[in-house]
T-cell receptor, first 112, second 114 residues
Framework: QQQVKQSPQSLIVQKGGISIINCAYE??????FPWYQQFPGKGPALLIA?????SEKKEGRFTISFNKSAKQFSLHIMDSQPGDSATYFC???????????FGQGTTLQVKP | ETGVTQSPTHLIKTRGQQVTLRCSSQ?????VSWYQQALGQGPQFIFQ???????GRGNFPPRFSGLQFPNYSSELNVNALELDDSALYLC?????????????FGPGTRLTVL
């Protein structure tokens, strides 16, 4: 019940295309859903996060879509660029626990 | 504003040894969390420290222990190293009593156990 399942494991997109990564969770107590971007040899960097009281949040080219009833959320990267090539992790947590549960990660490659 | 820093960058130990990893939190942050990231996997929560007290622990054995100092920097200690402890160890800091919101990660320490 503590798991967060992420798909796909890897993704190849052409420059200018839309990258979509999906995550699903079981624990309805989760109330914070961040996405992290990780480049090789670096720590994860927070991209964007959402709480379940909204269905969508957009920051620049990055959008989170949240479906509370389906217990799913997704990251959309618009106008994908080669510099977006990285591993993306979704995560979930219960605010007062201080514990992030991460998905398995998606390796994104954006071809020029 | 200084980000989260970790030392050392890389470390090689042999099975049965002990290791100490260090983390300096981002300026003004009072909460530090430690994560283990095995190759090709997502980070797994080890534990969190808030104002020098452990504030939550993941599914890791007691040979994983930690400390937080008055300046909010932190140490992760692992005793009796096992081969499966080989991983990237990440420290994250945050400014929140809950310690969850907006955790900022350091670059990690790559530990190899031979």
């Amino acid at each position: 019940q503590q798991q967060v399942k992420q798909s796909p494991q890897s993704l190849i997109v052409q420059k200018g295309g839309i990258s979509i990564i999906n995550c699903a969770y079981e624990n309805t107590a989760f109330d914070y859903f961040p996405w992290y971007q990780q480049f090789p040899g670096k720590g994860p960097a927070l991209l964007i996060a959402i709480r379940p009281d909204v269905s969508e949040k957009k920051e620049g080219r990055f959008t989170i879509s949240f479906n509370k009833s389906a217990k799913q959320f997704s990251l959309h990267i618009m106008d994908s660029q080669p510099g977006d090539s990285a591993t993306y992790f979704c995560a979930a947590s219960i605010s007062n626990t201080g514990k992030l549960i991460f998905g398995q990660g998606t390796t994104l490659q954006v071809k020029p | 504003e200084t980000g989260v820093t970790q030392s050392p960058t890389h470390l090689i130990k042999t099975r049965g040894q002990q290791v100490t990893l260090r983390c300096s939190s981002q300026s003004g942050h009072n909460t530090v969390s430690w994560y283990q990231q095995a190759l090709g996997q997502g980070p797994q929560f080890i534990f969190q420290y808030y104002r020098e007290e452990e504030n939550g622990r993941g599914n890791f054995p007691p040979r994983f222990s930690g400390l937080q100092f008055p300046n909010y920097s932190s140490e992760l200690n692992v005793n009796a190293l096992e081969l499966d402890d080989s991983a990237l160890y990440l420290c994250a800091s945050s400014l929140s009593a809950s310690g969850t919101l907006e955790q900022f990660f350091g670059p990690g320490t790559r530990l190899t156990v031979l």
